[in-house]
């Protein structure tokens, strides 16, 4: 049976153990029990159980088509579930509806293909949101929109349109259009794989930055430097399962599972 409350654990369960780092003693903000998801036949979360505290950096690693981007994309039902519960900030994620869309606002999404709106200019695409979904006054919007665009470094940018950006410019762009809903937590979705090489370090400075001011994250990433220096709890999935979790500098130092070692052992050594 399923938990009642998000920080208890499920009726039969050993209760979990505290997270690497917890910085509020009150509840966590993003919670997922007992999580499944299938593609089909292709059973790709497995009984997947999750706390990140607010303020936290998560960093999610493991091989491609290990159910990371999609475990991302559940936190805030972008990709809904079979079975199982997610709360975000106290309240149980429902399937749709208003209530689904007002909780989903408050969760920031940054994705690999930046998914910024072509025909329109760079202030336009991060002063959308606000103006449509929060109501904001458009002056308003655009003034706090140019605040975080000088923020993430492309201020200089704000009337030219996505096309006329570098990749990493138009990455900027989209964390900047997601910190203007005034997110609560912010999920990264391979946030730099498609990037040039010489773009990542650009995006992964704000990222970093963000997660110094205290935003609570989940980064799935294969950017390991990352998650040594900026994460508080690396995971490692395989096969839809978590797999191994530990503050970074133990995960890296000190593998507990072979699978994680095994992977470990051909991304650092190449």
Sequence with gaps: MAPTR???P??????PAPAA??????????????VDKWFGDLHVLRDVNLSVARGEVVVVI???????????????????IGSGQ?????????????????????????????????????????????????????????ERAMALLDRVGIADQADKYPAQL????????????????QPKAMLFDEPTSALDPEMVGEV??????????????????????????????AIFMADGELVEEAPPAEFFAHPRSDRLKDFLSKILTH
């Design 86 to 142: 997610i709360w975000f900030d106290g309240q149980e994620l429902p399937a749709e509806g208003r209530a689904l869309a007002r909780l989903r606002s408050e969760v920031g999404m940054v994705f690999q293909a930046f998914n910024l709106f072509a025909h329109k200019t760079v202030l336009a695409n991060v002063s959308l949101g606000p103006i449509r979904v929060r109501r904001e006054k458009p002056a308003a919007a655009r």
């Design 166 to 181: 570098s990749g990493g410019q138009q990455q900027r762009a989209a964390i900047a259009r997601a910190l203007a809903m």
């Design 21 to 34: 780092v917890a910085t509020d003693p009150g509840e966590p903000m993003i919670v997922m029990r007992q």
């Design 6 to 8: 998000p920080d208890g």
């Design 62 to 80: 493991g091989p491609s088509g290990s159910g990371k981007s999609t475990l991302c994309r559940t936190i805030n039902r972008l990709e809904p």
């Design 204 to 233: 992964l400075d704000v990222m970093t930055s963000l997660a110094e001011d205290g935003m609570t994250m989940v980064v799935v990433t294969h950017e390991m430097g990352f998650a040594r220096h900026a994460a508080r709890r």
């Design 10 to 15: 499920a009726a039969g369960e050993a209760e």
